[in-house]
């Protein structure tokens, strides 16, 4: 009776080791989903930079197309900012972000904005910056296409730097 009450007393010991791996599981788990969430958000700060700078460079098209219009060469310096830069707003918003810098670097429309999601203990990963990811993109006018030989197939540079998908334009 002795050895049976001895092995009976073991019975159950499985479950704490058990619970302590399921306990790290979990843990692991919701640290998994924070950094997908950052990189997440990431990703969508990114494609609304794309769009950003792709709608400002499109904007500097029109701009060229238009003084091309008149026969005049229009120089980077006359270039409407404001015009731009309020077209590459409307782009961020479209994709949740707000435009933080727009510049332009001659032709070149440069880009930075900041994602409006916000994702809470995340501590310090690449993948944000604070509690709000940010992206930066650089787009051309002359990787358009020629506009009907207008504008000439010169360029050099790719139409959209920094990576992410393709922009969301709608």
Request: with cysteine; aromatic share 4%.
């Amino acid at each position: 009776m002795n050895a049976r009450a001895g092995v009976r007393g073991e019975d159950g010991q499985i479950i704490p080791p058990l619970l302590v791996i399921l306990l790290l599981c979990l843990a692991f788990g919701f640290m998994m989903l924070q950094v997908g969430l950052a990189a997440d958000y990431k990703s969508r700060s990114q494609t609304a930079a794309d769009a950003a700078a792709l709608a400002g460079a499109i904007e500097v098209k029109r701009e060229i197309i238009a003084a091309y219009a008149m026969d005049h060469q229009l120089q980077p310096e006359e270039i409407q900012m404001g015009l731009v830069c309020a077209q590459a707003a409307i782009y961020a918003a479209r994709n949740r972000a707000v435009i933080t810098d727009c510049q332009h670097d001659q032709y070149d429309i440069k880009v930075k904005v900041r994602g409006n999601d916000q994702l809470q203990g995340v501590g310090d990963t690449q993948q944000l910056s604070g509690d709000h990811a940010e992206a930066k993109a650089r787009a051309t006018p002359w990787s358009f296409g020629s506009g009907g030989g207008i504008l000439g197939a010169g360029g050099g540079s790719l139409p959209v730097g920094g990576g992410g998908g393709g922009p969301l334009m709608g």
